[in-house]
């Protein structure tokens, strides 16, 4: 009896100090997680802050660079001066530009007196938009926007970022639209105004979109404009009023007084630097649902760790106890030790084998898979869940390493981050892995375990567990990544390269549409000139039938000469647009095209423009037996209009009786060479190495981006895989351009 009493004191103590165990250890991390991760949440929200901001500045930049890209258009100078020939060019860009950006509500022209000459309207973000009749145009000198234009400078100036209001009422569903505006000045004198119409629902939308914390933008009379619970958006227009002083009433004045920046454990308030009349606040706080989350997933983590220590310590209290009382047996009657102890040794081996048994059984039914390293870093065991997760028996991996299964980025990070483990004998704890599946798809795997030390206390392996949390990881993609940001200690280098090509991709994307809106607006004002000679021939032609007529003096066969004429240049003006047209597709595709074609058309399209200034090309055309050459010909076009347009506005600046263009064009082994001169006198020596940089321009800001020539090595390097150069001849620059012609 008291045998039977102390075997369940010793197996009760030792549950009793395997539970406190447990509860010691989950209650000192539960408090380190807690407050660890609230700070983290915290710091990251003053980042997030500042990359909001970053985000508004550049979707208010938007419509800036657009109205100023408007004003220094060549069309748009050519309407001021002639606004009734050029009205159509006008519109023409109005419709397509607002065509390209959804938000454009309105885009419009008011004159010196406050009249809209030009104006197109969307009505809503689905509808295409249309350019208003001329009927439909308002007096619009009494509005704000065009009275305080007047006496601005000529720079782009905003209105509030407000709800759009018609007929003196607020319109449903809410609309908030910011008006930016465009004085323009002809000799110093006010001489009408530009103005965008911006919807602006769906930046702020994704602005305040984030999933780990709520963030709301507030105006300096404590009013909401965007709010993270929806319904309390747009509060000053609420019945009743209501202002951010309801959500935070003990910060809110804090938050007013504030010059720039206020924060506290409970959230962060920023002011945002813009252009704006009105001051504009962000105010971020911690999103308590995903914070919970959080702590729910932590809080499974130890149910778990805490089964299995529970279980395990309680198979073990059962065997020890077990084990001490035959020991208490076999003392008891030493006249038959050694019967006893044959019988005990194997019913202790039953036991073991028992235990051994359970212990498995354990291990099957827990999702994760259980494994054993040498000092090699070598499997020496796994269980047989791994071939549920990544598709291998044991017996498939048992001498492999680990990094065997890991992509090759994968394995050298992660193999760095073992050897500093295995060296300062530490723990492994949750190290997040990605693994390849036998099938050939990826598994992300958290891994745990601990060093095993021999009796000199050396590392002779490491036993552990990895569990397959790929479908959180899949799930949870936007959350996994700002934890990772949050936790400077799973950054990865291919993380900020892959920052880093984004960042890129964007410039690129910037820079070949800056460049192609350049290229376009000479474009427009070249096909201008070449339309005036075909038209003024077909108004002559069309003319002269109705005068004939009206003398009866028109036969048959001066009727179809007269037609002849018409329809010769109608075709002509359809092939200049053709020719435009083709120029501007931004499908990229190599086909075969004669090289002779090709350059013609880029001369054809400026050609009307180098008249203008007494420029002659000359080409070796008569002497060049014509290549087919496999390319991208509106690539190579834009590049040969961005040489031939450099050319020009060095020549027209000359005072040079012959204004000269030389084209040579050469076929050098299995590569087609292209050279490009001019007599306008060279390019500076100091300069010449970087006239291929981006931005860099020798020409005034009003001339030119410094985008041209940049963009045009870019197109030949990268694209068409050649090579591009500049040198300075005897009267001028020489452009030499090789590419493949296979």
């Not at 530009?194 to 933008?217: A, F, G, K, R, T």
């Not at 590049?639 to 450099?646: F, K, S």
Request: hydrophobic share 35%; aromatic share 10%; proline share 3%.
């Amino acid at each position: 009896m008291k045998k039977t009493h102390k075997k369940h004191q010793i197996s009760l103590f030792f549950f009793i100090f395997s539970v406190g165990c447990v509860v010691t250890f989950i209650i000192l991390d539960l408090l380190f997680y807690s407050y660890n991760i609230k700070q983290r949440l915290m710091d990251n929200a003053v980042e997030i802050t500042n990359q909001k901001e970053k985000q508004f500045l550049k979707e208010i930049n938007t419509t800036n660079n657009m109205l100023t890209a408007i004003k220094e258009s060549s069309q748009f100078k050519e309407y001021m001066l002639y606004p009734d020939i050029f009205k159509k060019n006008i519109a023409d860009m109005f419709l397509l530009l607002t065509k390209h950006d959804k938000n454009i509500m309105q885009l419009r022209y008011l004159d010196k007196n406050g009249i809209e000459k030009i104006r197109v309207d969307r009505i809503n973000l689905k509808n295409k938009p249309i350019l208003v009749q001329k009927e439909k145009l308002q007096d619009k000198s009494n509005r704000y926007y065009f009275k305080d234009s007047v006496n601005k400078k000529e720079d782009v100036w905003y209105s509030d970022l407000d709800l759009n209001i018609e007929n003196g009422k607020v319109q449903i569903p809410y609309n908030p639209t910011l008006r930016t505006m465009l004085p323009i000045k002809t000799y110093n004198e006010f001489n009408g105004v530009l103005i965008i119409n911006y919807h602006m629902q769906q930046i702020l939308n994704d602005i305040v979109e984030i999933p780990s914390h709520d963030l709301m933008i507030m105006n300096d009379k404590g009013y909401s404009l965007i709010h993270f619970d929806k319904n309390k958006s747009w509060s000053y227009y609420q019945n009743p009023k209501r202002t951010v002083k309801d959500d935070f009433p003990e910060y809110f004045e804090q938050i007013i007084a504030s010059i720039d920046y206020f924060q506290n454990n409970d959230l962060v308030a920023k002011k945002i630097n813009l252009d704006l009349p009105q001051k504009l606040f962000f105010i971020i706080k911690i999103n308590t649902t995903y914070l919970n989350d959080l702590k729910k997933d932590r809080y499974l983590h130890y149910l778990l760790l805490s089964v299995i220590i529970l279980t395990l310590s309680l198979i073990m209290s059962t065997v020890f106890s077990k084990y001490l009382r035959q020991l208490f047996t076999v003392l008891k009657d030493t006249k038959s030790l050694n019967k006893l102890l044959n019988r005990k040794v194997k019913q202790q081996t039953q036991e073991l084998v028992k235990s051994k048994e359970q212990l498995n059984n354990l291990i099957l039914n827990l999702n994760d898979f259980i494994w054993e390293t040498n000092d090699k870093g070598e499997y020496t065991y796994l269980s047989p869940q791994v071939k549920s997760i990544l598709g291998y028996s044991p017996e498939e991996l048992l001498g492999k390493s680990p990094f065997f299964l890991m992509p090759p980025n994968e394995k050298e990070k992660i193999e760095k981050l073992f050897l500093n483990i295995v060296k300062n004998a530490k723990s492994i704890e949750q190290l997040k892995n990605k693994n390849i599946h036998k099938s050939g798809h990826i598994i992300y795997l958290e891994t745990s375990g601990n060093p095993i030390f021999d009796k000199d206390n050396k590392v002779i392996g490491y036993r552990g567990s990895d569990r397959d949390i790929t479908q959180k990881v899949n799930s949870q993609k936007l959350i996994t990544e700002n934890y990772k940001k949050i936790d400077e200690l799973n950054k990865n280098l291919e993380e900020q390269v892959h920052s880093e090509v984004e960042k890129n991709q964007e410039k690129d994307i910037q820079l070949f549409a800056q460049s192609k809106m350049a290229a376009m607006g000479d474009m427009i004002a070249n096909i201008a000139h070449q339309w005036r000679q075909p038209l003024s021939t077909i108004s002559t032609a069309a003319s002269g039938v109705k005068l004939k007529e009206e003398f009866k003096q028109l036969n048959p066969e001066i009727l179809h000469n007269d037609m002849d004429i018409i329809v010769e240049r109608t075709q002509y003006l359809s092939q200049i647009i053709d020719t435009f047209m083709n120029f501007l597709k931004e499908k990229k595709v190599f086909q075969y095209i004669s090289t002779k074609d090709t350059i013609q058309k880029s001369i054809d399209m400026i050609d009307s423009s180098l008249k203008t200034y007494f420029i002659v090309i000359n080409t070796n055309f008569d002497t060049f037996d014509d290549v087919e050459i496999n390319t991208v010909p509106s690539e190579l076009q834009e590049v040969l209009i961005n040489i031939l347009n450099n050319a020009k506005d060095a020549l027209k600046e000359k005072d040079i009786l012959d204004k000269n263009i030389n084209i040579e064009v050469s076929k050098m082994e299995e590569q087609l060479v292209i050279t490009i001169e001019d007599n306008g006198g060279g390019i500076p020596d100091e300069i010449i190495d970087r006239i291929f940089e981006p931005y860099f321009t020798t020409k005034h800001e009003s001339q030119g981006t410094g985008l041209g020539l940049h963009m045009s090595y870019r197109v030949i390097t990268e694209s068409l895989h050649g090579k591009i150069t500049v040198t300075n001849g005897k009267e001028g620059a020489i452009f030499t351009i090789k590419i493949p012609i296979d």
